[in-house]
């Protein structure tokens, strides 16, 4: 399981913006930290930049941050380089949303954490 959303979660860079984590640290997270939004449906979540600055991406894990990682190539680069470039790191095409199974297995996991 990655936590490194505590440690970026704790600095408060996170405060105010939607955000995510391991799904079966997210209610722990939540309570943990308040002030920012954590959802629990996506692999990752980009909260959007306010006044040209501020934009943070978070992923629920190292795998989900390889879908995060191509899914920030896409939103920074023309389709003729980034496709190309998350062709060539051989990365699959998952949905964002998280399945009804993994969500069920993160809240299993949750609740034998909590």
């Known amino acids: 399981m990655c936590s490194g959303i505590l440690s970026v ?3 408060g860079i996170l405060d105010g913006k939607v955000a995510t984590g391991p799904l079966s640290m997210v209610p722990m997270l939540r309570e943990l930290f308040p002030k920012v939004l954590f959802r629990d449906t ?3 979540e980009k909260s959007e ?4 600055c501020g934009e943070v991406w978070s992923s ?3 795998i989900d941050g390889v879908d995060e990682a191509a899914a920030f190539v896409r939103a920074h680069w023309p389709a ?8 060539a790191a051989s990365v699959p095409e998952r949905p ?3 399945s009804d199974m993994e969500k069920e297995w993160g809240r ?5 954490m909590g």
């Open 80 to 87: 003729e380089i980034a496709e190309p470039m998350i062709y």
């Open 9 to 11: 979660a704790a600095s």
């Open 42 to 44: 996506h692999r990752w």
């Open 49 to 52: 930049a306010h006044g040209g």
């Open 60 to 62: 629920g894990s190292i």
């Open 108 to 112: 299993k996991m949750a609740s034998v």
């Open 96 to 98: 964002v949303e998280y």
